[in-house]
């Protein structure tokens, strides 16, 4: 058991294996103090760190300056108007119109494992791999009672928080802000990290000084969006890739989203985050609960790395389901780059023929084979095959692909609907929008109202409607706009403030639903490109499209700010045409295929029209993909080089579980006239042991690797990239000589 209750001093201990986190009940009204977050102690009496002994003291030994306590206390859980004037977690309004709310813990539940989160997807884990401890809270004015959850886990350094709040009372309330985390510390002079972007340049890094006041990121777009990402770092000055302090929060939610850093007048740090308040207010009757999504949390003392390798082993172990959870993708195919809306049966077969041939394992057909569908503009919602373009009908389609070899999978995008389309003539009240006014058009396109069971239900029989026709096994779920106009007819006007969230647990709901349907079935979530790059999405689907910019150069920034959180198997990353249809590069397709190596590789350009020489190409990077893909997949990963940072290469490594096996990627973006070999220094070996460069007859000890570095040529060229696999040679000559030396020679 990783959580502990020390009765005496009422304290709470929880331990991951490299982390402690603890928190206190203090004063007669039982205030929960936040007390200590980082590395484990082994003991826990340290509750002088909530400064209860200082001025102004607690209500009870001093309650003429019970606002200034309110304002100063190092809360767990802050609610909001009594007297705490930073960002509270909390906010209710009464029928009454009253907006203030207190918080007294009453009991303590300590379970085995982690309880499930009622329509949210979260991380999961049984009782050999986690501890939850359970805090219910009351406020008796207004008969609410709040649980807040803790899990500490055993296997990585990483607790989970989240929130369920419930109407005790006799007269309903509304929840005006629910946050799901907060983490009250003393100002360490930190800096925040954090992502942002837009369409095509999603999850850039982001790091500056934290200063008075509040530093935000933040959606409420309906979605986690392009623009900024459900992720906060605060980090020491010194902090790198290697050393140094990371606090980091990531939400478990893939809608309106607020991660803040909030620097107070006596420099303490609020760290918190939640459901974006914009546009919130969710009424509770009596008896009714309100569950907020979860917050991953992770503490690091060993920089950067040490935060990606907790992250990463959590949603490898703990978030990531199905059957591809931990299975090779094929590699896939998307016509879309190829045809774009203008393809026809035949030509879909000409690409999978040649693709078949090249190794190449499922073609997935894109937008454009449904209604009226010939552009952008129509026919959205009108998920009908249409049998112009595809003479013979989608089930002749997929079993010609399926006597090729090749896997089918197919584009939706199910959450969408055009004004110019049968489903909209039909029902144009199915969108949403304000009554009485002109709704705003994005893409020449609505947005679905999910808040309505009719319209979840005509959206999910479409989709399985066509999953049962043919033998369809990858499905890619996108979404092209973001919602606005907030308005649905059949919410009444105290309840229109619940429309963003119950949109988002519609998502989940029909998610939920296909992947028991069709527990076979790959699915990749997409949101023009990687908008709902998150890791609610991720508890659906194994992979995300990283980003529709499909060049190589240009993802070399997407994927160092996604991997910063996230496994390399969760990003989808395709070889494109050059020049690239987004910026115009061009580049060598040997570097576009070593870039897309760092995910779930395949293709996006019509292979029946590239050079010859590029399509030769193709087997060789088929073969690279199967070669190294276990590794990339299940193996540790570590940044090396930045070019975000040094603007002239890029450098990543992943090394296996057993640490016997490491592959390089370098990237040299620039080149540089009179320039001298690069000095790349690995990560993550074993120091002790000797590993061999493949291709080269010479060995190296891990802590040369590590320590010393090793050299890279300059190469002749722009966008040039190089692969380096180290292995530990058993039983060559070199292995033999070491373990001999060694002492342990084991035949």
């Known amino acids: 058991m990783n959580v502990t209750y020390f009765e005496k001093e009422r304290i709470f201990k929880l331990d991951t294996p490299n982390t402690s986190y603890l928190l206190g009940i203090v004063d007669e009204e039982n205030f929960i103090g936040h007390i200590y977050y980082g590395k484990r102690l082994q003991g826990h009496d340290i509750a002088y760190r909530m400064r209860t002994q200082e001025a102004p003291f607690v209500p009870s030994r001093n309650n003429r300056e019970r606002c200034s306590f309110y304002d100063c206390f190092p809360f767990e859980y802050p609610t909001a108007g009594l007297g705490d004037y930073r960002e509270s977690c909390l906010s209710i309004r009464t029928i009454g119109g009253y907006s203030g709310c207190n918080l007294s813990y009453v009991s303590h539940r300590i379970l085995e494992g982690k309880p499930q989160l009622e329509g949210l997807p979260a991380t999961f884990a049984d009782e050999e791999t986690a501890t939850t401890l359970e805090l219910t809270c009351v406020d008796n004015h207004i008969g609410m009672k709040v649980l807040l959850y803790y899990t500490a886990f055993c296997d ?27 983490l009250d510390m003393d100002n360490q002079d930190y800096e925040m990290i954090s992502l942002h972007g837009s369409w095509a340049r999603e999850r850039h890094i982001q790091r500056k000084k934290v200063g008075y006041g509040i530093q935000k990121v933040s959606s409420f777009r309906g979605e986690s969006s392009h623009q900024d990402h ?87 172990r703990h978030l990531i389901r199905g059957e591809y959870k931990d299975k090779k993708r094929p590699i896939l195919i998307n016509n879309w780059e190829a045809t774009y809306f203008n393809f026809t049966t035949e030509k879909l077969l000409s690409i999978a023929k040649e693709a078949s041939r090249l190794g190449i394992e499922m073609l997935v057909m894109d937008d454009g084979w449904f209604g009226a569908r010939s552009s952008d503009n129509c026919a959205l919602g009108d998920w009908q095959v249409n049998e112009e373009k595809l003479s013979g009908g989608l089930k002749y389609l997929v079993d010609e692909v399926n006597k090729l070899g090749m896997k089918f999978g197919i584009w939706f995008e199910p959450e969408m609907i055009s004004p110019d389309s049968n489903l909209y003539r039909a029902h144009p009240d199915w969108a949403i929008a304000i009554p009485g006014r002109v709704a705003t058009e994005s893409r020449q396109q609505y947005v679905l109202d999910l808040s309505r069971q009719e319209v979840v239900d005509y959206v999910y029989e479409c989709v399985a409607k066509i999953l049962r026709s043919a033998n369809i096994e990858y499905v890619k779920w996108d979404m092209n706009r973001q919602l606005t ?22 998502v989940y709901a029909l998610q939920e639903r296909l992947t028991k349907e069709y ?30 910019d499909t060049d190589a150069i240009e993802r070399l920034e997407i994927q160092e700010g996604t991997s910063l959180i996230y496994p390399l198997s969760t990003m989808g990353a395709h070889v494109s045409d050059c020049p690239n249809h987004t910026v115009g590069r061009v580049t060598p397709f040997e570097t576009r295929g070593i870039v897309a190596l760092a995910g779930t590789f395949g293709y996006e350009l019509d292979v029946t029209k590239i050079a010859q020489e590029e399509r030769d190409m193709i087997p060789e990077q088929v073969a690279m993909y199967h070669k190294y893909n276990d590794l990339v997949r299940e193996g540790e990963y570590y940044r090396i080089a930045s070019y975000s940072q040094n603007h002239k290469y890029d450098c990543w490594e992943v090394v296996s579980q057993d640490q016997k096996e490491a592959l390089v990627t370098f990237v040299q973006v620039l080149n540089r006239a009179n320039f001298k070999s690069r000095n790349i220094k690995l990560k993550g070996l074993k120091k002790d042991i000797l590993y061999k460069l493949e291709g080269e007859d010479i060995c190296y000890s891990g802590e040369a690797l590590m320590y010393a570095g090793i050299q890279i040529p300059n190469p002749w060229g722009d966008f040039q990239a190089k692969l380096l696999h180290f292995y530990c040679p058993r039983f060559s000559i070199y292995w033999i000589i070491h373990v001999v030396n060694q002492g342990h020679l084991v035949f």
């Not at 106009?485 to 519609?506: F, K, T």
């Not at 790959?522 to 194994?542: K, Q, V």
Request: with cysteine; charged share 15%; hydrophobic share 40%.
């Open 485 to 506: 106009d907030l308005g649905s007819i059949d919410l009444p006007a105290d309840r229109q403030g619940e429309l963003y969230h119950r949109y988002v647990l519609a």
């Open 156 to 182: 990585t350094d990483v607790i989970t928080r989240s929130v369920k709040i419930i109407n005790e009372g006799t007269q309903a309330f509304y929840l005006t802000k629910v946050l799901s985390a907060c």
């Open 230 to 316: 459900p992720f906060l770092a605060l980090v020491s000055p010194s902090t790198t890739q290697e050393m140094g302090e990371v606090y980091a929060m990531n939400f478990v939610y893939s809608g309106n989203f607020q991660a803040q850093a909030e620097v107070s007048q006596f420099d303490s740090i609020r760290m918190s985050m939640g459901i974006h308040p914009e546009n919130f207010c969710w009424k509770l009757e009596q008896g009714e609960s309100f569950q907020a999504p979860e917050v991953v949390m992770v503490y690091s003392s060993q920089g950067l790395d040490g935060m990606t390798t907790a992250f990463h082993h959590l949603y490898k």
């Open 519 to 548: 527990p076979h079935l790959l699915l990749e979530n997409c949101s023009g490109g990687g908008a709902r790059f998150d890791p609610g999405m991720l508890y659906f689907s194994p992979q995300i499209w990283c980003s529709d």
